[in-house]
């Protein structure tokens, strides 16, 4: 790597598992002189400082963001904009905010009429995460070999050149941490995320539901079957995203809301033309639909 | 265990996942003097034959069973029946003939017409199994706390001598191994089995095409973008099961048809009703939603 980054002061605007993993990384490889942890939750914060995730702690922004280069926004997605919101009157000349919200439009939208002259925003979304949360899930290496999709708040090729330096320096940060850094449009961003992980989440949501439903009243004499009880590893792996917060995949479904219903319509036709075909016995179909669909997640895998 | 199962000669016809892991703890516990696995693919039943899982291997199905006391049916479901009907002629009196499909109601209806007097037949279906099969897939103590279901031909209670030991013998196999096994009927069965595994393989396989179709004509002027090079951890294991064999999947669709497309129907519903919220941007709704999949998949994986 001939270029690296480096930052004085890094101001960490939630310290859960993604922000958390990001300041490990970070401190590990020498990329701040000191990263301040904020946060509204004071036992978080204490568990931070106590695996030395961050340097020092506040619960008060404007004191933690004062004088920072850098500003990492690690909170809920629909909260980034209220916290760059009060964070702004702090904010020196020159300072970049950054963010990791999986969810890019409507979220610069939000954002970009509270930024001041000499401030720059470089959204970014490191496509990484399990479903655990909090600073004491965080982990080194996170990132490694994950994709982080920045996108750029003007143009793809920003002509003004400090929002270019600034797009330069964010990239730079997360290739450091072993990020494959890719650059796209936040449209384009926003449909991908509704397919490969909104979509996936929300009918994980819907189909646990479902199972469990199925079971009111399924037994003898009109008693409750547990239907989950009879499912084996394959149903747990299925669901485990059902186990994610149910507040922030509400807050990413209004965020990302449009892209949403159109993918769940799309994937309702997908399952629609396969239910005909298995009403109908058309094995030749049914087969081949899911001949198509194992060789492409087998090649999704192949890499592993 | 006070009870032990005992057999002098076990026909094991198809040496996959299933039979091949029911073998090797049969011969690990001395539940069975010889174990003769039998297949029409010879590479797979030489494997199973170096891997010690069976005593021999014959490719004659006649050869195989002839004198067994306990013949186990462990091929894919749609050719349990014609796997019987070929054994049939060559089974002794007493013979108690068992399967692992996990379809049952249509296959009893299979195979009860080609039972001769003196022969037993007791469908169980263990929950358990991996997206791997064949001889090689095999592994000890796979059934270990995993749910068995036996769904007897008769009524659950059997009044005939002979049914009712047979049905007693088949449960304490399944017991020795470790497993949990549960009465039912057939119908109810299919009716769980088409909500905690069915449904979920046609949701996977239904998800993995619709975001590889969303992908197509995408990107910059028309290009394809592929969509699942940005999937994460969440995605994979969400569709693992995508990766199960396609020949299989689409046999059991076929023959719990019925089952399968009214659960499909009752996951349409449920969707439906979310895509909703979403689109009204209903988060009260969508969250209340969201909270009550998650309380359920994490009672279910409490106990792991």
Not at 48 to 59: K, N, Y
Not at 86 to 93: E, G, H, I, M
Not at 95 to 105: L, N, P, R
């Amino acid at each position: 790597m001939s270029n690296t980054v480096h930052f004085k002061h890094v101001a960490l605007i939630g310290v859960g598992l993604i922000g958390g993993s990001l300041a490990l990384d970070m401190k590990s490889l020498g990329l701040a002189e000191k990263i301040v942890g904020i946060g509204r939750t004071r036992a978080n914060l204490d568990k931070a400082l106590e695996l030395g995730i961050v340097d020092s702690i506040t619960q008060d922004i404007s004191e933690g963001v004062c004088g920072a280069d850098l500003v990492i926004v690690a909170v809920p997605v629909l909260k980034v904009a209220s916290v760059i919101k009060d964070a702004v009157p702090f904010l020196s000349d020159g300072c970049i905010i950054t963010d990791v919200g999986s969810v890019k439009e409507r979220l610069i939208e939000e954002v970009l009429p509270l930024l001041p002259r000499g401030v720059s925003f470089v959204p970014a979304h490191p496509v990484a995460g399990t479903e655990n949360s909090g600073a004491g899930a965080a982990l080194v290496g996170l990132f490694k070999g994950r994709n982080t999709i920045i996108t750029p708040t003007g143009s793809i090729d920003p002509v003004d050149s400090a929002e270019s330096e600034a797009l330069q320096t964010v990239t730079e940060l997360w290739r450091s941490v072993g990020s494959n850094v890719v650059v796209m449009d936040s449209k384009e961003h926003d449909r991908i995320l509704s397919a490969v992980s909104h979509l996936p989440h929300v009918i994980a949501y819907a189909l646990v539901n479902t199972v469990a439903s199925a079971g009111k009243g399924a037994g003898e004499g009109g008693a409750d079957t547990d239907m989950l009880s009879y499912s084996a590893g394959g149903f747990r792996d299925f669901t485990r995203i059902a186990s994610s917060s149910p507040e922030m995949w509400a807050d990413i479904c209004d965020m990302n809301a449009v892209a949403i219903v159109e993918m769940i319509e799309a994937f309702q036709k997908e399952l629609d033309s396969l239910k005909s075909f298995v009403a109908n016995r058309d094995l030749t179909h049914v087969k081949e639909q899911f001949n198509r669909a194992k060789s492409q997640r087998d090649a999704l895998v192949k890499g592993d």
